[in-house]
């Protein structure tokens, strides 16, 4: 929702080796800035920023990006929040789109939530060091626990008193909205008087992955029948626990340095792995995984190790998630502790090395270990032992990815011995489930790409109809692989022409620039290009014209549409998109006076494109032509033949005008 305005103002102010260098200590060398990567573990420099590219490369690992790029992979934030971010860095005011009064009443009511959990996460820390009761009871838990002040602090824990209402009465005397205290679960109506939640418990409070607070888990310190032991925030506007890993804004640099998620049940796992010195942790909070949760972990890394208790609802909470997570496309690993133990325990009784180097000899992979449990259960009742066949099959059929088919291959047979059943067997059924569920898919792809080659197989090429119009000693490729790829180059070259040079003048006798001579020809260019990702540039690109705006190569560069960024990033450095001097002669007008190469690019590939979409017209009409039996429509196929051949014409008579410039 924020405007165009300040975005553009962002994007002029942004110094990208100010920012990386804000993260990464670079040391100057050449025209570009050297420092270690933060995306990966190394001793030896081979990460490069450049500021007048404006980007930055790792040539260890590979990855590459601009600014906002950056603050998205390394700080995992959203495109907007890391507009957000660079509008407080550069004190630009931020000035927002017209909304809807719901969507704007849902955002105001979302800042206000976060403005409460920040009281309240400021309120507990400061009741737990600073009253009598905080430090006797709470602190003296979180001690007991083994837990250091450095720690707590790190952490934000906290502690409500075990008064009614300590914490309603002092967030009320800050003039917060009673409703709003209820809505976050801070607060509760009893006996029709608000009252405190969480008091008497420690508080844990629950990070989003750029550190904002999203609510609260709060653990009760006395042995009670009637009280849960943990109460955690209610759903509301800013948090839905299906989308939310507890301490992910801790372990998320750790995570991506050292390629593997360590997943665990609680909050208290997550601490003391952490205090320890294992950080690449997070906790489920002891509900099964979800499909959010998963692609929160991809987001940093495609290896996942479960850490669970070793009893049986341990082993049935991970087994829960194998498919979801396998689909997701990630490595899964199990690593039971030891019962009566957990992760917390654990790792105070073995330390830190002792645990590293359990859960290296003992995780396992998660197929085959939910294939032996299954096995185990199953017994000799050969009906159960027929339904986990099938079950494997499907899950083994989940690991769909090309670079997975060797681990998939590798899956079926040993699989395939412990169900001791044959391979080829095993293998017919994991394709029949393959083939099922990607069915739909492969239709549609099908369809699409009948799409792209409409005209191309009814009948014969633009370049077999009209070979004086394309280059000339080309059969390497068939006639239609040769009109693509030029095509597609000339379709980037519009693009190009207008980042770079939609602004300039055209023609100086009536003003008009370039944008404006591109947009005011008779023809849709949006229409004239088949390529998705040139439509949605030339989309935007006019949708800012018509508003009076020019979008710079810039504002594209930095595009919040992934693909749109890493497209305009390739065709601003394609120097293989002009066309060969003789073929770019068939297509120019010439010009006279001063600098005009952009003229020339400007009307060869307009003239190509506009030419290119008279000809495929001509194909088309001639097949429906053809195809015609009623004398009347065979007529005006024939008037349409005429025009269009007529236009053809036209255009090529105007080859070889001057433009003064």
Request: charge should be negative.
């Amino acid at each position: 929702m924020i405007s165009q305005n300040t975005i553009q103002q962002i994007l002029n102010r942004i110094d990208i080796v100010e920012i990386v260098g804000s993260f990464v200590k670079l040391k100057k060398r050449g025209a570009n800035y050297l420092g270690l990567c933060p995306f990966h573990n190394e001793k030896s420099p081979s990460f490069t920023v450049s500021g007048t590219k404006e980007i930055y490369k790792c040539f260890g690992c590979g990855k590459s990006g601009n600014t906002i790029n950056f603050l998205m992979e390394h700080e995992k934030y959203s495109y907007v929040e890391a507009l957000r971010w660079l509008a407080q860095k550069y004190n630009v005011e931020i000035e927002e789109k017209e909304v809807s009064p719901e969507v704007k009443a849902q955002q105001q009511l979302a800042d206000s939530l976060f403005i409460i959990n920040n009281f309240a996460r400021d309120y507990f820390v400061n009741t737990l060091h600073e009253s009598e009761e905080g430090q006797n009871v709470g602190l003296s838990y979180f001690e007991e626990r083994g837990f250091t002040e450095e720690t707590v602090r790190k952490f934000q824990l906290g502690y409500c008193l075990n008064e009614r209402d300590a914490f309603v009465k002092a967030a009320l005397a800050k003039g917060y909205n009673q409703e709003y205290l209820l809505k976050t679960g801070l607060v509760a109506m009893r006996n029709e008087q608000p009252a405190d939640n969480y008091r008497g418990r420690v508080i844990f409070p629950i990070h989003n992955q750029s550190g904002k607070v999203l609510g609260f888990g709060a653990r009760i310190l006395v042995k009670s029948d009637r009280a849960p032991k943990y109460i955690n925030s209610p759903e509301n506007e800013i948090y839905v626990k299906s989308k939310v890993l507890y301490g992910t804004y801790f372990a998320r640099h750790s995570i991506d340095k050292l390629d593997e998620c360590l997943l665990v049940e609680g909050y208290t796992d997550v601490v003391s792995l952490h205090q320890a010195g294992i950080e690449n942790v997070v906790a489920s909070s002891g509900t099964s995984l979800t499909t959010d949760q998963l692609r929160l972990i991809k987001k940093y890394t495609r290896n996942l190790t479960i850490l669970y208790d070793g009893d049986n609802a341990g082993v049935k909470a991970a087994l829960r998630g194998l498919d979801m997570a396998i689909e997701e496309g990630l490595n899964v690993k199990l690593a039971l502790i030891p019962d009566k133990e957990d992760p917390d325990s654990y790792v105070r009784k073995i330390g830190a090395e002792g645990f590293r180097q359990f859960i290296a000899e003992n995780k396992q992979d998660f197929i085959l270990f939910k294939l032996q449990v299954s096995l185990k259960e199953a017994g000799n009742d050969t009906t159960r032992k027929s339904q986990l066949v099938n079950e494997i099959a499907e899950t083994i059929a989940r690991i769909d990815k090309v670079e997975d088919f060797t681990k998939q291959q590798d899956y079926i047979r040993q699989c395939s011995q412990l169900l001791k059943i044959d391979e080829e067997g095993m293998v017919t059924l994991v394709n029949k489930y393959i083939r099922d569920r990607i069915n739909k898919q492969v239709t549609q792809q099908q369809n699409r790409q009948q799409q792209a080659r409409q005209g191309e197989e009814d009948g014969p090429s633009l370049a077999e109809m009209y070979p004086e119009y394309f280059e000339e000693g080309v059969t390497d490729a068939p006639p239609s692989d040769n009109l693509f790829n030029r095509d597609e180059k000339q379709e980037r070259e519009l693009v190009k022409i207008l980042l770079r040079f939609g602004d300039k003048i055209f023609n100086e006798e009536n003003n008009n620039t370039v944008a404006d001579y591109i947009f005011h020809l008779p023809y849709d260019f949006e229409s004239l290009a088949d390529s998705e990702i040139v439509k949605k540039i030339l989309r935007e690109y006019k949708a800012g014209y018509d508003q009076g705006n020019v979008l710079d190569k810039k504002w594209f560069l930095y595009h919040q549409d992934a693909e749109i960024a890493q497209h305009v990033a390739q065709i601003l450095e394609d120097k293989e998109a002009e066309l060969s001097h003789n073929w770019q002669e068939r297509f120019e007008i010439k010009t006279v006076y001063g600098d005009d190469a952009y003229l020339k690019d400007t009307l060869s590939t307009t003239n190509y494109l506009i030419l290119r979409k008279i000809k495929k017209l001509i194909v088309e009409n001639q097949q429906e032509m053809e195809r015609q039996t009623d004398m009347e429509e065979m007529m005006k196929c024939l008037e349409m033949h005429q025009h269009l051949k007529q236009l053809e014409r036209e255009l090529t008579q105007q080859l070889g005008m001057v433009i003064f410039k």
